[in-house]
């Protein structure tokens, strides 16, 4: 059987087409890119008696040194208590109630959790108030296509600039802090809730809305009679996912914004290079991580929400 | 009026017997044990006040420990505004900086794309391994999965604080962090494209004879390349967001250049930045929007 008798199996469509251009010059990039990482003081191999700088370092000793320290702060955690800034509040809290542990450093490495889950919960609270008033403006169902697109764009644009920088912008005037970022972070929040929020919206059955709008019932009613109680389930649950992420934002801004929590703690030990203390508080932020992750799995797979 | 009640309840008593359900509505539904209506909607109302007090209550504790302030974040926007509206225009003094900025933002877009395209190709093999329809066995698939859970959940300024040990401050340094940031992602992403879109015809295939190279390269990679691409397209995006903050801990690319301008009190330089970052995420945004409606 020549070749032209067969059957062709794999037609060049349009969209496969655009795969494979995305994906060659994405790995085009990836390949001049490699030419061009600088890494300044850490070389391919080793120049012995050619040095450039008492510190410069073959990428296999820099990956070995990594992996020593990984092995430190995995297999010998440690907290060292001069870190933690006993917080007057929860040692009035301790003496109260009698929690002797609070006053010991896991203690203090703890209420530093619970202080970057205080600041996750409300950064989602806010974002999650303002997302529920633009998200029902934003669902095609409920309001004009100019109202919708409007606030999609404005979504676009808030989305556009990192989170660390809405945190530092507001610090210029509210000064590095809590203030600074909860405010900042609540812009990704509610920028990623108002989209989550009107998907659900736009998922509620039309005929009920059309019957409610028959029957002469308002835009409110409409709202509070059929929307929010029918996409309840989808609202929280992407609220709960949001949360989720919230928390690693918060630790983040700790320790890059000033936030406090956990993550200035993370970024204190980095700074006093106690990679035992890294662990000690890595190891936490990943218990408090995965119990998160888990809830959330479980909630995605019960109401198949995809992102 | 109150008489009158008490008698008509006594009549009504009398005629129906303790026995038999009252000739009413709510009656009615409880001889056929349902719930009232006007029960339900006090159930929900009692909920709705207790989920809502909770709340509060979470709220208030939330607020004393984080020591936020309402009132200084609400009096933080109008600041905040006046510092973008008199910063934004570029001036004489900021457009000098323009050359540096941008050459910055192409090194953290070039370091997004690698560490994306990077992460995918390891992340894919991973997959495989951790996919339902594709895994050599559940025990090797629960471990790819405590791998990704693993990367994915270790903070990356962690990351980007034990590589400066060894690696230093600098654009490959970055370039790590990132990417087992993205690796971790990338792995769980991968996993649930495969499950999703694969099993079917992977299960086609080896009903044909086809072997386990066969199946791969014939049905899961043609059904789950476009959502690869769709999720590696993502990843890009969302690592240019956080190649600012690791650039700020790692000293390199447009995250060092805010970090800079900042910190020496040059918001012109400052506002440039964020205008810059502005423009090209906005850009990549359009471009993988173009190309996802293309392909999905």
């Known amino acids: 059987m020549s070749t032209s008798d067969r059957i062709p199996l794999r037609k060049m469509t349009r969209a496969s087409l655009t795969i494979n ?55 010998s955690p440690k907290a060292n208590a001069a870190h933690f800034s006993s917080d007057p509040l929860m040692e009035r809290v301790a003496s109260r109630f009698g929690l002797g542990f609070l006053n010991s450093t896991f203690g203090q490495v703890l209420y530093a959790v619970v202080i970057t889950l205080g600041l996750g919960f409300l950064t989602t609270l ?52 809590s203030v600074a970022a909860i405010v900042g972070m609540s812009f990704h929040s509610a920028g990623y809730l108002i989209k989550a929020y009107s998907e659900s919206f736009e998922e509620v059955d039309a005929g009920v809305i059309e019957a409610l709008e028959a029957s002469g019932a308002n835009w409110l009613q409409i709202v509070f009679q059929a929307v929010l109680p029918s996409s ?74 995809q992102g | 009026m109150e008489d009158l009640l008490v008698v008509e309840r006594a009549i009504r008593r009398k005629s ?16 056929r044990s349902l719930r009232a209506p006007d029960d339900l909607f006090r159930r929900h109302r009692t909920r709705f006040t207790l989920v809502l007090l909770v709340l509060l209550g979470l709220t208030a504790l939330a607020t004393v420990i984080t020591q936020f302030d309402f009132l200084a974040s609400l ?29 910055k933002l192409l ?21 495989l391994g951790g996919a339902v329809p594709t895994r050599p066995s559940p025990l090797f698939s629960g471990v790819v999965r405590l791998i990704a859970s693993f990367f994915r959940n270790i903070p990356v300024v962690a990351w980007a604080i034990i590589l400066i040990f060894s690696f230093g401050q600098s654009m490959l340094t970055g370039f790590i962090a990132i990417f087992i940031e993205t690796f971790g992602f990338l792995i769980r992403s991968f996993i649930e494209a495969i499950d999703e879109t694969s099993s079917a015809s992977v299960e086609a295939l ?78 990549i945004e359009t471009v993988s929007n173009a190309i996802r409606r293309v392909i999905l």
């Not at chain 1, 070389?43 to 050619?50: D, I, K, V």
């Open chain 1, 21 to 75: 251009i995305t994906l060659a010059v994405m790995a085009l990039c990836t390949v001049v890119g490699l030419f061009f990482l600088d890494g300044r003081d850490v070389h391919l191999f080793a120049r012995p008696g050619q040095a450039a700088s008492p510190r410069e370092t073959s990428l296999f000793a820099a990956s070995a040194a990594t992996l020593r320290d990984l092995g430190t702060m995995f297999f």
């Open chain 2, 107 to 127: 090194q953290t877009v070039q370091v997004s794309i690698m560490a994306t395209v990077i992460a995918a190709a390891l992340a894919f093999l991973l997959a």
């Open chain 2, 16 to 31: 129906t017997g303790p026995t038999a359900a009252p000739p009413t509505v709510r009656g009615a539904y409880k001889a």
């Open chain 2, 206 to 283: 080896r009903a044909t004879g086809a072997n386990y190279f066969q199946t791969i390269f014939q049905a899961v990679v043609p059904s789950v390349k476009p959502m690869i691409l769709s999720w590696m397209l993502f990843m890009v995006e969302s690592n240019i967001r956080s190649a600012t903050l690791v650039g700020m801990l790692t000293g390199s690319g447009i995250g060092f250049a805010f970090d800079l301008y900042y910190k020496n009190f040059n918001y012109s330089g400052a506002a440039l930045v964020i205008v810059c970052i502005i423009v090209v995420v906005l850009l």
């Open chain 1, 126 to 177: 806010i974002g999650a108030i303002i997302a529920l008033a633009l998200g029902l403006l934003a669902s095609r169902n409920l309001s004009s296509p100019r109202v919708s697109s409007v606030i999609k764009a404005f979504v676009a644009f808030i989305r556009a600039v990192p989170t660390v920088l809405w945190v530092l912008i507001f610090a210029i005037g509210a000064g590095l802090g």
């Open chain 1, 232 to 305: 309840m389930g989808y609202v929280l649950s992407w609220t709960f996912v949001r949360f989720e992420i919230n928390f690693t934002t918060a630790v983040a801004m700790g320790a890059a914004a000033g936030a406090g929590g956990i993550g200035y703690n993370l970024f204190m030990a980095g700074y006093y290079l106690n990679i035992h203390e890294i662990g000690y508080i890595t190891y936490l932020i990943l218990g408090v991580a995965i119990l998160m992750e888990v809830a959330a799995t479980r909630l995605k797979k019960r109401y198949r929400l």
């Open chain 2, 75 to 103: 009096a933080s926007f109008p600041k905040a505004v006046r510092w973008l509206a008199a910063n934004v225009v570029p001036t004489q003094k900021s457009l000098v900086l323009l050359p540096n900025i941008l050459t």
